[in-house]
Antibody
Framework: EVQLVESGGGLVKPGGSLRLSCAASGFIFSNAWMSWVRQAPGKGLEWIGRIKTITDGGTTDYAAPVKGRFTISRDDSKNTVDLQMNSLKTEDTAVFYC???????????WGQGTLVTVAS | QSVLTQPPSVSAAPGQKVTISCSGSSSNIGNNYVSWYQHLPGTAPKLLNYDNNKRPSGIPDRFSASKSGTSATLGITGLQTGDEADYYCGTWDSSLSTGVFGGGTKLTVL
């Protein structure tokens, strides 16, 4: 069974940093492209970014609102994917989901999400 | 403002059929694969349909999808109260080089 478990959410002040981690199991992690998606309170889903497999170059893509502030990384030895968030803004407040994503860009598995609140 | 446009809400009676539209452009829907998601509040979203009309294991054939040009449609037949949820379309945008979602459609089963 595929499991994605996010951790690291919490309350952070504007301008601060936070690192989310996602522990994956139930599939061959090194073969999977991974992504992060968020949902702000009362809003829809928002695609944040993805990281390809090392075999496919390990490259990353980011949505415009987070580019330059957020960084996705992976550790295939630990089956984890992280989201480093810097220069956080109040509008980054959201539930953040760790997901697997295919080359066609469909998101086939989702974690339960972790809440990040950016407030003073 | 989402890159993909969905109606904010749709409604229909139990047993009836409903369709949810998703409108985009040649840089996204027109030249990429479309997927659909069901999101019940407090739970993780679920993939309903992908590669323009394939269903993951366990998703009933009441959920079907189609694509024509720069628009896509999700159809749900035999509506059940348990289908009440938010539905999202998603795809890749080749101009933005990012994934994109529609704004979501809230389905009410009256």
């Amino acid at each position: 069974e595929v499991q994605l478990v996010e951790s690291g959410g919490g309350l952070v002040k504007p301008g601060g940093s936070l690192r989310l981690s996602c522990a994956a199991s139930g599939f061959i992690f090194s073969n999977a492209w991974m992504s992060w998606v968020r949902q702000a309170p009362g809003k829809g889903l928002e695609w944040i970014g993805r990281i390809k497999t090392i075999t496919d170059g390990g490259t990353t893509d980011y949505a415009a609102p987070v580019k330059g502030r957020f960084t996705i990384s992976r550790d295939d030895s630990k089956n984890t994917v992280d989201l480093q968030m810097n220069s956080l803004k109040t509008e980054d407040t959201a539930v953040f989901y760790c997901t697997t994503i295919t080359w066609r860009s469909e998101i086939d598995y989702w974690g339960q999400g972790t809440l990040v609140t950016v407030a003073s | 403002q989402s890159v993909l446009t969905q109606p904010p809400s749709v409604s229909a009676a139990p047993g009836q059929k409903v369709t949810i539209s998703c409108s985009g452009s040649s840089s996204n829907i027109g030249n990429n694969y479309v997927s659909w998601y069901q999101h019940l509040p407090g739970t993780a979203p679920k993939l309903l349909n992908y590669d323009n009309n394939k269903r993951p294991s366990g998703i009933p054939d009441r959920f079907s999808a189609s694509k024509s040009g720069t628009s896509a449609t999700l159809g749900i037949t035999g509506l059940q109260t348990g289908d009440e949820a938010d539905y999202y379309c998603g795809t890749w945008d080749s101009s933005l080089s990012t994934g994109v979602f529609g704004g979501g459609t809230k389905l009410t089963v009256l």
